[in-house]
T-cell receptor, first 111, second 115 residues
Framework: ETGVTQTPRHLVMGMTNKKSLKCEQH?????MYWYKQSAKKPLELMFV???????ENNSVPSRFSPECPNSSHLFLHLHTLQPEDSALYLC??????????FGPGTRLTVL | GESVGLHLPTLSVQEGDNSIINCAYS??????FIWYKQESGKGPQFIID?????DKRQGQRVTVLLNKTVKHLSLQIAATQPGDSAVYFC??????????????FGQGTILTVHP
């Protein structure tokens, strides 16, 4: 285990649903990240938080809304998603932008 | 823009052989490089890293080589085992500007080890 947990592990939602992904790290790290992993594409960085402050928004559509209440928790709120948003969503954390430790991911399917 | 790419998308080896996975990067300002392993159904797992002031670093059964002249990174796995079968990603860290600390990942190489 990497010390980064994600829930749920699998999620199926309709395009009109609202759901949230949760990430928690127990490593004392200050930075947390959301990535999207689609088949046959490199990992795509979505958001970066450092000490609860968002430092990167990689041109992500507004239907994805991150929230970082503290350095240990990170959420990704989802609403009115599209089928092409189906992917594996990975959370990671790091200490001072060094190696990132990843969670197991949430497999999201949008119907 | 910056990019990280892999020369070979798939690599098949026999158990016990040595494996070499290659990666090209384009941002000469990158200061830190990481290799990750991702098994089916899991998130990427850190294997080994190297900073730009080094050209070689060894771990347990793994060695990373960095050639900054040609912007090339490689991962060598000694005595490859079936448990090494996975997708391997290289990543580079942006060393400056507004995107400091951002990792850019390659597409990944699928390593298959045959018993």
């Amino acid at each position: 285990e990497t010390g980064v947990t994600q829930t749920p592990r699998h999620l199926v939602m309709g395009m009109t649903n609202k759901k949230s992904l949760k990430c928690e790290q127990h490593l004392g790290h200050n930075a947390m990240y959301w990535y999207k992993q689609s088949a046959k594409k490199p990992l795509e960085l979505m958001f970066v938080y450092n000490f609860k402050e968002q430092t990167e928004n990689n041109s992500v559509p507004s239907r994805f809304s991150p929230e970082c209440p503290n350095s240990s928790h990170l959420f990704l709120h989802l609403h009115t998603l599209q089928p092409e948003d189906s992917a594996l969503y990975l959370c990671a954390s790091s200490l001072n932008y060094n190696e990132q430790f990843f969670g197991p991911g949430t497999r999201l399917t949008v119907l | 823009g910056e990019s990280v790419g892999l020369h070979l998308p798939t690599l098949s080896v026999q158990e016990g052989d040595n494996s070499i996975i290659n990666c090209a990067y384009s941002n000469s300002a990158s200061d830190y490089f990481i290799w990750y392993k991702q098994e089916s159904g899991k998130g990427p797992q850190f294997i080994i890293d190297i900073r730009s002031n080094m050209d070689k670093r060894q771990g347990q059964r793994v060695t990373v080589l960095l050639n900054k002249t040609v912007k090339h990174l490689s991962l060598q796995i000694a005595a490859t085992q079936p448990g090494d079968s996975a997708v391997y990603f290289c990543a580079e860290r942006n060393a400056g500007g507004t995107s400091y600390g951002k990792l850019t990942f390659g597409q990944g190489t699928i390593l298959t080890v045959h018993p």
